[in-house]
């Protein structure tokens, strides 16, 4: 895959996981690449849910040219009469005001550029909603609507934004969840079996690339199957 020479990527949630694999793809196609977390392995130190460290990040950083937004949490589970209602706007807080604070910061560059590419992670828990993780389901439902409105938005500007929706993947964020849950969507994958973080960095990795060229607003399934629309 091909990028625009000295592009920058920006790559949230990118200490382990999709965003470690996410990471180390584009740095195998020449991209420079800067990796953000809170957790320890990343290259720099951030909360995605203080606008004033998001901003301050990436004008530190310059010019981004790529955004792949995988910080999020999986939040509380268990039935909705049972959540509290701190835990659901934690759940929100880190998924869906992340994914608005990173997206504003980035998108005056990208616009005055000409190109960016923004990578919005979602879930199939966005479509199909999982029981007993409502909090997650309805947040990465909110990052599909955010992702599809502002692709809209930036249509004509060179900017390209897409949200990718993964099943279950092994990483250390669902490495807390409920193994019933876990279990569940595995009985729901046709192909039976979790995905890998390589495998859906792959996908990323062309969504960021010049070879897409007339897609935006979109969402990407990477489910083994289970996505039905």
């Known amino acids: 895959m091909s990028f625009p020479d000295g592009v920058l990527a920006l790559v949230t949630g990118g200490a382990s996981g999709i965003g470690a694999a996410t990471a180390a793809r ?7 690449v800067v990796t953000a977390d809170l957790a320890p392995g990343a290259d720099e130190r951030l909360d995605v849910t203080d606008g004033d460290a998001v ?12 955004l792949v937004h995988s910080a999020g949490i999986v939040g509380p589970s268990k039935p909705v009469v049972d959540l509290d209602p701190d835990e659901w706007r934690t759940t929100f807080r880190v998924n869906v005001d992340g994914t608005f604070l990173m997206c504003r910061a980035v998108v005056p560059g990208m616009v005055t550029a000409g ?57 250390p964020m669902n490495a807390a969840t409920d193994p019933a849950i876990l279990a569940r969507s595995q009985s729901l994958t046709p192909m039976g079996r979790f995905g890998r973080p390589d495998e859906i960095a792959e ?5 960021c690339s010049e070879q897409l060229s007339f897609s935006t607003g979109a969402v990407y399934d990477a489910s083994g199957g289970r996505a039905s629309y």
């Open 26 to 32: 584009l740095r195998a196609d020449g991209v420079r």
């Open 115 to 171: 190109w960016g590419r923004i990578v919005t992670l979602a879930s199939i828990a966005a479509k199909d909603g999982n029981p007993t993780q409502s909090a997650y389901s309805a947040s990465k439902a909110a990052v599909i609507g955010l992702t599809k409105s502002l692709g809209k938005e930036l249509a004509t500007t060179g900017v390209l934004v897409n949200a990718v929706a993964p099943a279950a993947v092994a990483t």
């Open 55 to 66: 901003a301050a990040l990436v004008e530190s950083l310059g010019p981004v040219g790529i």
């Open 203 to 207: 996908l990323i990795a062309w969504l």
